[in-house]
């Protein structure tokens, strides 16, 4: 069976920081393109991070440019999210997912697979 597995939410302060990882079983994500996405209450599900899995090039929504760094580790078969600076408005369910296929946009509809999301909350 093929999951995607998200750990490293939590309860952190403005300025803070959390790395999130999300662990794939039953596939390799070396050929897999990957994202983090997330959904706060009474919002849509938007794209924070994505990479490509054919040249790592990675694209940032620009509420999260210079703050999120998204990485891979091929060995661990993980991807991680790295949030440095956190704000009140990060305060989200954060999930990793990968595509089949082509991916045109860091955006939910292109992705197939999808992890059971961890919960991120950034409040004083």
């Known amino acids: 069976q093929v999951h995607l597995v998200e750990s490293g939410g939590g309860l952190v302060q403005p300025g803070g920081s959390l790395r999130l990882s999300c662990s794939a079983s039953?596939?390799?994500?070396?050929?897999?393109?990957i994202g983090w996405f997330r959904q706060a209450p009474g919002k849509e599900r938007e794209g924070v991070s994505c990479?490509?899995?054919?040249?790592?090039?990675?694209y940032y929504v620009d509420s999260v440019k210079d703050r999120f760094t998204i990485s891979k580790d091929n060995a661990k078969n993980t991807v991680y999210l790295q949030m440095n600076s956190l704000k009140p408005e990060d305060t989200a369910v954060y999930y990793c997912?990968?595509?089949?296929?082509?991916?045109?946009?860091?955006?939910?509809?292109?992705?197939?697979?999808w992890g059971q999301g961890t919960q991120v909350n950034v409040f004083s």
């Open positions: 039953g596939f390799t994500l070396d050929y897999s393109p």
């Open positions: 990479i490509s899995s054919s040249d790592g090039s990675t």
């Open positions: 997912a990968a595509a089949l296929g082509t991916v045109v946009t860091c955006s939910p509809k292109w992705y197939d697979i």
